[in-house]
């Protein structure tokens, strides 16, 4: 190859040089201002098989990445700010595009059936960039860890088995027994009342693992009343994060176990 202003062979650091400028990689490709979308680079073949594009660090003695970069210049919610971006494409059509939303504060989406990501609101997979990153499906502004918009099923859900405290009142009597199992969603509390119960007293104080952004809403077998033991219990003062338990009518009878179930929802 012969030196040349657009097209230079530099034999010394042993790379290749297209256009006007200094190579930083062993192929560099320079075009200058551009105004129209161009295609830089294309492998192109009629192939009975896998075409394969390699990346490959064939180094197993250090932490050296592999590393496949997509940058653009500019950031934040402007009319000429880019985005990063991969597109899936199945016989010519769009069909799902992966990247960073520069104009949604740099969330990154997965968008099916848009060029860029976030090319559809509210659509596909969203993983915000706080420091505390939140995930949004079908929701481009999640408000929780995980924030779905619409329906969700799974063979299972598995609440935590610890988190909730308990503080008995005078309802339970002096020096009841307390236990419990379960997180915010799921209760099952056992209790062994103390000596004279307080007639319209608080049986329990029941604080969550979690709380809920509004009120938890506390479920006994029922509306709101469980029968056990002829006690009749029912949840009031509902909050947030906690709940407390009493008994309807009379007073609960000493040195008796309850064993309680909850379900519990929220808002």
Request: aromatic fraction near 6%.
């Amino acid at each position: 190859l012969n030196d040349d202003s657009a097209f230079t062979w530099d034999n010394t650091n042993k790379r290749l040089v297209i256009g006007t400028g200094t190579s930083a990689a062993y192929i560099n490709v320079f075009a200058g201002a551009l105004s129209n979308a161009t295609e830089f680079i294309r492998c192109s073949a009629n192939v009975s098989n896998n075409m394969i594009n390699s990346l490959i660090n064939v180094s197993n003695t250090s932490a050296a990445n592999a590393i496949e970069a997509i940058s653009v210049g500019g950031s934040g919610a402007t009319s000429n700010a880019g985005d990063p971006t991969i597109q899936f494409t199945i016989s010519t059509v769009v069909t799902t595009a992966m990247g960073l939303d520069n104009s949604d504060s740099d969330k990154f989406k997965i968008t099916p059936g848009a060029s860029l990501p976030g090319g559809t609101v509210n659509q596909g997979l969203i993983i915000t960039n706080d420091s505390a990153a939140r995930v949004g499906i079908n929701k481009d502004a999640p408000l929780h860890a995980l924030d779905v918009s619409g329906r969700t099923m799974s063979n299972v859900f598995q609440n935590q088995s610890t988190g909730v405290t308990l503080v008995a009142g005078t309802g339970a009597g002096t020096s009841p027994t307390l236990s419990s199992s379960g997180h915010s969603n799921f209760i099952i509390i056992g209790l062994t009342t103390g000596t004279a119960p307080a007639l319209n007293g608080d049986i329990l104080t029941v604080t969550l693992g979690t709380a809920f952004t509004a009120t938890c809403i506390p479920v006994l077998d029922g509306n709101d009343t469980y029968r056990a033991n002829m006690a009749s219990f029912y949840c009031t003062s509902l909050a947030a994060g906690s709940f407390k338990i009493k008994n309807r009518g009379t007073a609960l009878p000493q040195n008796t176990y309850f064993n309680l179930y909850l379900n519990i929802g929220g808002y």
